[in-house]
């Protein structure tokens, strides 16, 4: 077996082989992981000559192969796979529209399967389609709606899954006065339904006000504004309690939290979400996100903010260079994604920081470090933006935004996301995103045929410190994957190494909303429960996390149907 070389974590090579090197006409990989970074600073480093010609180019290739070979940072796979290489397609997230008339549902469907050929991932809001049994003028019949139609996307995602470089995603959502919700909240209820599939429902402020007060809520058939029926709001709101609780979904997306963020309202309001749920887009844009690698900024016990936000700056012109060379799938995509060149830059491995500095996760003091570290590195990529947009001229749509308030130029409607960092987390082999430790010991399916079983490395560090790191701890260790049996433990670290769920679900969101007060765009974070959490703690987390202002929410109890697209799974 090949050593990994650094940055990569050991479980990468066979991830990197498999999906993200280059390989020749006959399919053989074709470069090493250090060859694959080289490939996407140089081609990145190309979006640089416009302004300042080869020789910036040069200059920049060397900046970004740096920041990037020494695991401080890394952009989004569909970057990493595609950088330099025929297809040019680097973005994860991508939202399209839906609208209420067969041509314009299959050309979703066309516009969906070339993106996921690509590597990204589509979000749609399926809220202007007529309800089930609506009137069908042309034909006099009777309309499918939205779940019906939701299964033909899943389908034609199942189709594109093996040719594409990794299997496709997708998220819909519906607005919570869709004359359809019902079914829409319990369409993922059974298994092997909607596979391919993230479902949340758009929720407004009005409709937690009727469930609060136990109100009517009007169900509005989207062709015509008329009144199909009226509900209990209180009972529609349990009705995605029980599923959440029984699924994991759907999730909520908040709609004022959402739209108070959207920089151009000129150009519609924000109805939909990439796949992960962490980046609102509107109709046809495309983002491109990147995160920075937390503990990798450790310097003698303490976050070097300086080095951080040095980074975040750089990551933004990297971001923004990636715009320039992105071949989108789609000139509507293109045309979109110039208009308001939204970026994502966010950060993975704070539980690892924390675990560096015996900081619990559900200490005040580890979401005051989160809320710092956000802000500083938002206000970093902010001023970067601000003086790209001063050099190479703001984004299009700037001049009518909410920004054109407070700044003479920016370069990006957006700058901040956070990212699950899913498959970025398991290449450097750090936490992924903000999400606490989920187990210290597990199997992780990188690929669909492959489990790869993990101790958490801090944690046995931690242990032969102290002698500990015995067979015996470890066959506990791997049981129960979490720290609770383990002899001799002091319980300071226990605290420190609790993972997800012993974690109480209001540290989870304590923590999501102190990453969120900076962010731009959304926090992607799961709100874990245990087992024997009953549905009146999802309906808790669902009403916190609105009245905390957060832009979504999802839960996921343990046991029940998984919704991750790399799924963890604690030994045995
Ligand atoms: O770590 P990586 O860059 O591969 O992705 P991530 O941070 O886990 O997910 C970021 C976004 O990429 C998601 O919200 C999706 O928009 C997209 N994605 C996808 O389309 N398909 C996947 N299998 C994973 C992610």
């Known amino acids: 077996m090949d050593a990994t070389p650094f940055p990569f974590g050991p479980h990468a090579l066979p991830v990197l082989r498999r999906r993200y090197l280059a390989r020749d006409a006959e399919g053989r990989v074709v470069e090493t992981p250090e060859?694959?970074?080289?490939?996407?600073?140089?081609?990145?480093?190309?979006?640089?000559?416009?302004?300042?010609?080869?020789?910036?180019?040069?200059?920049?290739e060397r900046a970004f192969l740096g920041l990037m070979s020494q695991g401080l940072f890394l952009p989004n796979s569909p970057t990493l796979m595609n950088a330099g290489r025929e297809l040019g397609q680097l973005s994860a997230c991508f939202v399209i529209p839906v609208e209420d008339s067969l041509e314009s549902i299959f050309e979703a469907v066309k516009e969906?399967?070339?993106?996921?050929?690509?590597?990204?991932?589509?979000?749609?809001?399926?809220?202007?389609?007529?309800?089930?049994?609506?009137?069908?003028?042309?034909?006099?019949?009777?309309?499918?709606g939205p779940v019906s139609f939701m299964r033909v996307f899943d389908m034609a995602t199942e189709a594109v899954k093996q040719g594409g470089t990794r299997r496709g995603a997708n998220m819909g959502i519906l607005a919570v006065s869709h004359p359809d919700i019902e079914a829409f909240i319990a369409a993922k209820r059974r298994p092997g339904v909607l596979e391919n599939f993230n479902i949340s429902v758009l929720v407004n402020d009005a409709f937690m006000a009727a469930a609060r007060a136990d109100g009517p809520w009007q169900l509005v058939n989207p062709r015509d504004g008329a009144v199909a029926r009226t509900v209990s709001a209180a009972g529609l709101l349990e009705q995605m309690v029980q599923a959440a609780h029984q699924s994991g979904e759907p999730g909520l997306a908040f709609y004022e939290a959402i739209n108070r963020g959207n920089p151009t309202p000129g150009l519609g309001p924000l109805e939909a979400t990439n796949p992960c749920g962490e980046q609102p887009l509107l109709p046809h844009e495309s983002c491109n996100l990147g995160s920075l690698v937390l503990p990798r900024f450790l310097k003698d016990g303490e976050v070097d903010f300086p080095t951080l936000e040095e980074a975040?700056?750089?990551?933004?012109?990297?971001?923004?260079?990636?715009?320039?060379?992105?071949?989108?799938?789609?000139?509507?995509?293109?045309?979109?994604?110039?208009?308001?060149?939204?970026?994502?830059?966010?950060?993975?491995?704070?539980?690892?920081?924390?675990?560096?500095?015996?900081?619990?996760?559900?200490?005040?003091?580890?979401?005051?470090?989160?809320?710092?570290?956000?802000?500083r590195?938002?206000?970093?990529?902010?001023?970067?933006?601000?003086?790209?947009?001063?050099?190479?001229?703001?984004?299009?749509?700037?001049?009518?935004?909410?920004?054109?308030?407070?700044?003479?130029?920016?370069?990006?409607?957006?700058?901040t996301t956070v990212a699950p960092t899913g498959t970025l987390s398991l290449l450097l082999g750090c936490s992924s995103g903000i999400e606490p430790y989920f187990a210290l010991a597990y199997t992780r399916r990188v690929l669909e045929e492959r489990d790869l079983v993990e101790f958490n490395p801090r944690f046995l560090a931690r242990l032969a410190a102290l002698g500990?790191?015995?067979?015996?701890?470890?066959?506990t260790l791997a049981a129960s994957g979490n720290a609770?049996?383990?002899?001799?433990?002091?319980?300071?670290?226990?605290?420190?190494?609790?993972?997800?769920?012993?974690?109480?679900?209001?540290?989870?969101?304590?923590?999501?909303?102190?990453?969120?007060?900076?962010?731009?765009?959304?926090?992607?974070?799961?709100?874990?429960?245990?087992?024997?959490?009953?549905?009146?703690?999802?309906?808790?987390?669902?009403?916190?996390?609105?009245?905390?202002?957060?832009?979504?929410?999802?839960?996921?109890?343990?046991?029940?149907?998984?919704?991750?697209?790399?799924?963890?799974?604690?030994?045995?």
């Not at 500990?468 to 066959?475: A, K």
Request: glycine letters at 10%.
């Open 35 to 60: 060859q694959m970074l080289a490939r996407v600073a140089g081609a990145v480093a190309r979006g640089e000559e416009p302004w300042g010609g080869a020789a910036a180019a040069r200059e920049m």
């Open 112 to 144: 969906t399967a070339l993106i996921h050929k690509s590597g990204g991932g589509t979000g749609f809001s399926f809220s202007h389609l007529r309800p089930a049994g609506d009137v069908v003028a042309s034909t006099r019949g009777v309309s499918s």
């Open 312 to 375: 975040a700056a750089l990551a933004v012109r990297f971001l923004d260079d990636v715009i320039e060379i992105n071949r989108h799938p789609l000139p509507q995509v293109a045309r979109a994604s110039r208009l308001t060149r939204k970026i994502g830059l966010g950060v993975m491995g704070l539980a690892d920081l924390l675990a560096d500095l015996e900081l619990p996760y559900d200490s005040p003091e580890a979401a005051a470090l989160g809320r710092e570290v956000m802000a």
């Open 377 to 415: 590195i938002a206000a970093a990529a902010r001023a970067a933006s601000a003086e790209l947009g001063q050099r190479r001229g703001s984004f299009p749509a700037f001049a009518a935004s909410r920004l054109a308030g407070g700044w003479s130029h920016m370069r990006n409607a957006t700058v």
């Open 468 to 475: 500990l790191d015995t067979p015996e701890q470890r066959r």
């Open 484 to 572: 609770t049996a383990i002899q001799g433990l002091p319980p300071e670290l226990g605290q420190v190494f609790a993972t997800a769920h012993e974690i109480d679900p209001e540290a989870h969101l304590a923590m999501q909303a102190a990453f969120q007060a900076s962010t731009d765009n959304g926090v992607s974070k799961t709100v874990n429960l245990d087992a024997q959490a009953g549905p009146e703690q999802v309906r808790r987390v669902f009403t916190r996390a609105h009245a905390l202002g957060l832009k979504g929410v999802t839960v996921f109890r343990s046991g029940c149907r998984g919704r991750q697209v790399l799924e963890l799974l604690p030994l045995p």
